[in-house]
């Protein structure tokens, strides 16, 4: 059983694998879209497609295409950021780890037909990064194909992104999760509640099937995205320090829970709009109502931009601690009981 296999955004793979199979594949893609849609696991299937060497590749079963999907391959190179243990968490992709993927991409294959370079997140990439990829993109060696994939291609140099064919990955219908779920072993009821809770992203929804930590993880921050609005602003402050905190340990983590956060929100509004079929949490269906009930809805659709704001400030590398305590001054309050209906 061979294909691409993935999860929705059949545009994208259709385009794809007719590139591939037309021989004419691009030198340079960058692969966009929001996190956890499919976009790394397209990178793979795209350097399986280009080495495999079945009939209809990728066949997912020869030695070539289980080794890449290990990412233990010769020929495929992974660039990403570089964990750091204190300080800045945050390490950009640097000037040396592109001069490595120079010098790789400068010698012939060792084992396959293509080299393939996946850089992810490419966005991380220091301006001066992007300089030296500008160098290898200008004349690539024939037998290479960089992969670019990025959540927030927008942040790359505009020289960069010209060199680049751009392939869009959007948001998976929560039906053609669920039925990828199936297909792959989970149980029917599962594969409803995930691809419910996944929000259009499979990614999650395949971890969130084999890892029941990550479900206790929603859990948390649902309940912490739910109690920021009970709490005096010293609490949201002391909130604020924690996450901040949280970030230079693990800012992957923490985006996470941001976006718990703005699914919480969202759905608030959402059911203060009348559209509360729409909900993505639907298991917290009753605490939802009850809260689009008692909160202010100009101040929560603020609240809700300003979560969106916070996401894209320290994905820029704002400050955490100044962007966090920003972000709790927009909470919006409980209506006290018996308290006029509108806030201040
Ligand atoms: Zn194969």
């Known amino acids: 059983m061979g294909g691409w296999q993935l999860i929705g955004n059949s545009r994208a793979v259709n385009a794809l694998a007719s590139a591939v199979s037309s021989g004419s594949p691009a030198r340079s893609y960058i692969f966009a879209g929001p996190a956890r849609v499919g976009k790394a696991a397209a990178a793979l299937r795209l350097a399986q497609a280009l080495n495999c060497a079945a009939d209809d590749p990728p066949c997912l079963s020869c030695e070539t295409c289980r080794r890449i999907g290990e990412a233990k391959f010769a020929d495929l190179q992974t660039v990403t950021v570089e964990a750091t243990t204190d300080g800045p968490a945050h390490k950009a992709i640097s000037v040396e780890q592109m001069r490595d993927v120079e010098a790789t991409v400068a010698l012939a294959p060792y084992e396959g037909r293509k080299r393939v370079v996946i850089i992810d997140p490419a966005e991380e990439m220091s301006a001066g990064a992007q300089n030296a990829l500008l160098k290898t993109l200008e004349e690539p060696p024939p037998h290479v194909v960089f992969i670019l994939v990025s959540a927030d291609a927008d942040r790359l140099l505009e020289t960069v992104r010209s060199r680049c064919r751009r392939v869009e990955f959007g948001l998976v219908a929560a039906a053609e ?99 509360g079929d729409a909900i993505a949490n639907l298991d917290r269906r009753e605490q939802i109502a009850a809260d689009a009930e008692r909160l202010d809805r100009a101040r929560v659709t603020a609240f809700l931009e300003a979560l969106r704001e916070t996401r894209q400030h320290l994905r820029a590398n704002v400050q955490s601690r100044i962007a966090l305590d920003a972000l709790m001054l927009r909470v919006p309050a409980k209506r006290q009981e018996g308290a006029p209906t509108t806030n201040t």
């Open 177 to 275: 999760i669920e039925a990828g779920l199936i297909e792959r072993g989970t149980d029917a009821e599962q594969a409803s509640v995930l691809s419910r809770l996944a929000a259009g992203r499979p990614g999650w929804a395949l971890e969130a099937a084999v890892t029941p930590a990550l479900l206790a993880r929603r859990d948390d921050a649902l309940d912490a995205a739910r109690s920021l609005a009970g709490m005096d602003l010293a609490d949201r402050i002391d909130a604020a320090e924690k996450l901040s905190d949280a970030f230079k340990r693990d800012r992957v983590a923490v985006d996470e829970t941001l976006a718990q956060w703005l699914s919480w929100w969202r759905d608030i509004v959402l059911t203060q709009s009348g559209a």
